[in-house]
């Protein structure tokens, strides 16, 4: 089992609504995660952590942790153009010491 | 300004050569990685560093090799042994915490080329 899997996509939303990126992870001590944006031939950029069970809201970035279905997700409202970008989802291994990145979901807003 | 400053950003290499990536961040972060990406793929761990004079191997650290002898500094080095070493090559650094790692923080990469 991969530690931390996403569809790879792509997943195409029309612009102004919602996105919803989905990732599992398979360390179950695992306590903290990230969901990083990625334009093409950029370095990943950090847009939202978290740690608890629940929901945590940033701007139009909501992201949600489920810790016993080992599941985080990402949900983008109003999406936009500029939102189009590929989406990483990262825990970090507390066995290990370590961030363990899945392999992305490529997001096309569609204008 | 803080932050973490890969260079350089362009490296070509030829066959059977050594090439050494520098990563350098003057935010004060106890650990600090380096990934490998490949098109359209996701980032693989080549190794990573909780600590000064201490490192780990990630996923894919096969002819690679690293050092850690100043908190501000990781440098990678890309040895001949590395049969297909053309990626790009991500450094990050983060602070270490027992409980929530408050994540990393990448530089602009290196990509580099085996011409």
Known sequence: ?111 | DGGITQSPKYLFRKEGQNVTLSCEQNLNHDAMYWYRQDPGQGLRLIYYSQIVNDFQKGDIAEGYSVSREKKESFPLTVTSAQKNPTAFYLCASSFSADFTQPGAFFGQGTRLTVV
């Not at chain 1, 929901?55 to 810790?67: I, M, P, S, V």
């Open chain 1, 1 to 111: 089992q991969k530690e931390v899997e996403q569809n790879s996509g792509p997943l195409s939303v029309p612009e102004g609504a919602i996105a919803s990126l989905n990732c599992t992870y398979s360390d179950r001590g695992s306590q903290s995660f990230f969901w990083y944006r990625q334009y093409s031939g950029k370095s990943p950029e950090l847009i939202m952590s978290i740690y608890s069970n629940g929901d945590k809201e940033d701007g139009r970035f909501t992201a949600q942790l489920n810790k016993a279905s080992q599941y985080v997700s990402l949900l983008i409202r109003d999406s936009q153009p500029s939102d189009s970008a590929t989406y990483l989802c990262a825990a970090f291994m507390n066995r290990d010491d370590k961030i363990i990145f899945g392999k992305g979901t490529r997001l096309h807003i569609l204008p």
